[in-house]
């Protein structure tokens, strides 16, 4: 008994520090990105920013504020890994969401981004996982972590 708690703690460790570090990756990239935003840029400049510069985590990433209305379009990636810009999902109201009202207020309390758990996207009938990270006080990003990375990645599943 005692070897299946002490395998069950070493798994446990693993998958904690995989999302810290996932969350630390992701939190340092975005300040570096944030840094190339100007004030005068629309909510969809931002999203392409933050696209080019988290490719490789990313295939949908929005702005919403925090009542959950999406401010920007989603900038989705395609078939061929080409960011576009979808602009139906602005004004959509996502508060409905497991995670969101949640990480809205730790957000704003703790000032830091969060790794959501796992959840099924109701578009891509998968598991994914979503980054949220504070702009200002009303203002979050999200980014939607596909399956096929968190499976490459040891602990995120």
Known sequence: MQKEFQHFIVYE????????TLTNELTTQLKQTMKTISPDDTFDEMIRKVATDCDRYAFRIYVCDAEGFQQSSNAEKSQDNKWVLIEEGRFKNWSWRPYFLENIVRMNIEKRGFLSDLYTDIERDERI???SYPITDNLFLFLDIPYNYLFEQEGLL
């Open 129 to 131: 996982r979503t980054y």
């Open 13 to 20: 460790r693993k998958k904690m520090e995989s999302q810290f």
